[in-house]
């Protein structure tokens, strides 16, 4: 069974330029999650979505936004790119809600490594 | 809110020396308590998730314990494949749909 996959994996752009990133979770998985990880704050959640519906949403910038579309894959979307926005943004999926139930586990894919210059 | 706190930030150890990691939580209304590992460039790997105070789980060389404050992940005799950065987070459950993570510990096992 594929894991999760994200695109691309890595990926350089300019202040200013906005960028799009893509994640397809494991076969199945209808919950999809987003985090962002730096050496200074390590990893922080961005937003959750679920049947195509955000559920929860981090403390960032409106700059940062996602969705997810009918087969549960999800893009996120970052505007108006900062330096302080590179990082590696890693997608996780799960099965279920990812509610706190017993076996509700969450999986990361490989994260885009984004670099802007 | 939310704090989840690794001890130590690094780990130094020889090949068979076991040891124990700390990850310390104050958090209400804990629904479950996750362990990854992750190595340099790649995402973290899922490992355990403990979700009552009392649990075991045990994998391989690895065994993860959970109190009503803390979990403590054993590495038995440990080699050098085990060195990475072990992540522990929380997850509140119902509503919260997200997990709050500590800053990790950083195992190197020399040969």
């Known amino acids: 069974k594929a894991g999760v996959t994200q695109t691309p994996r890595y990926l350089i752009k300019t202040r200013g330029q906005q960028v799009t990133l893509s994640c397809s979770p494991i076969?199945?998985?209808?919950?999809v999650s987003w985090y962002q990880q730096t050496p200074g704050q390590g990893l922080q959640f961005l937003f959750e979505?679920?049947?195509?519906?955000?559920?929860n949403k981090g403390n960032f910038p409106g700059r940062f936004s996602g969705r997810q579309f009918s087969n549960s894959r999800s893009e996120m979307n970052v505007s108006t790119l900062e330096l302080g926005d590179s990082a590696l943004y890693l997608c996780?999926?799960?099965?279920?809600?990812?509610?706190?139930?017993?076996?509700?586990?969450?999986?990361f894919g490989p994260g885009t490594r984004l670099t802007v210059l | 809110e939310d704090q989840v706190t690794q001890s130590p930030e690094a780990l130094r150890l020889q090949e068979g020396e076991s040891s124990s990691l700390n990850c310390s939580y104050t958090?209400?209304?804990?629904?479950?308590l996750f362990w990854y590992r992750q190595d340099p460039g790649k995402g973290p790997e899922f490992l355990f998730t403990?979700?009552?105070a009392g649990e075991e789980k045990e994998k391989e060389r690895l065994k993860a314990t959970l109190t009503k404050k803390e979990s403590f992940l054993h590495i038995t005799a440990p080699k050098p494949e085990d060195s990475a950065t072990y992540l522990c987070?929380?997850?509140?459950?119902?509503?919260?749909?997200?997990?709050?993570f500590g800053a990790g510990t950083t195992v190197t096992v020399r040969a």
């Open positions: 958090v209400s209304g804990l629904r479950g």
């Open positions: 996780a999926s799960s099965l279920g809600p990812f509610n706190g139930r017993a076996n509700d586990e969450q999986f």
């Open positions: 076969s199945g998985h209808r919950s």
């Open positions: 987070a929380v997850h509140r459950g119902l509503g919260d749909y997200k997990l709050s």
């Open positions: 403990l979700y009552s």
């Open positions: 979505y679920f049947s195509e519906t955000q559920r």
